[in-house]
Nanobody
Framework: EVQLVESGGGLVQAGGSLSVSCAAS????????IAWFRQAPGKEREGVSC????????YYADSVKGRFTISSNYAKNKVILQMNSLKPEDTAVYYC????????????????????WGQGTPVTVSS
């Protein structure tokens, strides 16, 4: 069974750091792009970051560029999103998603194109 399980997240003050982790199972990790999306109350789900397993290509939304870093541990089938200099507007439920044979980029990191999803983990940044 193809499965993604997020962990991490929680409550942090503005300016602080947090990491969220996505553990994948049931599929060949190397064939997939793994992305992080977030959804704040009343807003559409937006792509935050992505890593293409095969070539290590990464993508970051402009809103998080320079603050967030995505990394993958192929031995553990895990992708981690390190979030620094957090802002209240980063508050959302963070989801990881996987799509086979996808290359990460500004047009491909759209929630409509990803088929496998985790259950989400909340991140709250207080001001």
């Amino acid at each position: 069974e193809v499965q993604l399980v997020e962990s991490g997240g929680g409550l942090v003050q503005a300016g602080g750091s947090l990491s969220v982790s996505c553990a994948a199972s049931g599929f060949i990790f190397d064939d997939y792009a793994i992305a992080w999306f977030r959804q704040a109350p009343g807003k559409e789900r937006e792509g935050v970051s992505c890593v293409t397993s095969r070539d290590g290509r990464t993508y970051y939304a402009d809103s998080v560029k320079g603050r967030f870093t995505i990394s993958s541990n192929y031995a553990k089938n895990k992708v981690i999103l390190q979030m620094n200099s957090l802002k209240p507007e980063d508050t959302a439920v963070y989801y990881c998603a996987a799509e086979r044979f996808m290359r990460c980029g500004p047009t491909s990191v759209n929630h409509k194109f990803f088929e496998v999803w985790g259950q989400g983990t909340p991140v709250t940044v207080s001001s």
